[in-house]
């Protein structure tokens, strides 16, 4: 009985694997994010800076998964150096506590190196909202980048192996590479390309 059951089990797990979607577009009115189940991981994120200087509490927030795409959960963000790095960040959206929740998605959700996401790239989102204190508009873009060399963990999602972030804002556009790893600068335009 053990070994029928373990077969079944098997059998299930390889259905639901070969039904996953390696890009799924969702929009949002805060984001719109290209996610990839196969990876766990979203693959683009687009937004536009809506809150420079909002101030929602985030008291008591996590992260949620979605009933209808296949995420990341707290699983893959156990005893490991990767935090939940969110791609649209919840300090731009801080407005109402309504719009801030929904930054909290792990479909907004990155296996980030600790040491990037506390540091240099939250640097680079401050300065996104110094950009849309004086310009406005703010219009922010990521690629995660994957290879086929990409560490997949034993929780199933895989670990980008970077990112590219472009900024654009009155006519003028920066861009950014950062490896998934501990950054040697804290200065975010050392990584300008």
Partial sequence: MKNF???LLLIFQTAVAQNLRDSVLIKSDIF????????????????VVKCPDGNASRAGMDFYT???IV???ADDYVKNIYDKGHMAPAASFNCTTDMLRKTFSYLNCSLQNQDLNRVV??????????LAKKYKVVEVSITCVF????LKLPSGATVPDGYYKTIKYDGNIEKYYFKNEKPKSSKYELYRI
């Fill in 121 to 130: 790239w939250r640097l680079l989102e401050a300065h996104e909202r110094e």
């Fill in 32 to 47: 719109e994010i290209t996610y990839s189940e196969v990876l766990e991981q979203p693959k683009t994120i687009k937004y």
């Fill in 5 to 7: 059951i373990l077969i």
């Fill in 71 to 73: 995420t990341s959960n």
């Fill in 66 to 68: 979605n009933d209808t």
């Fill in 147 to 150: 290879s086929k060399t990409s």
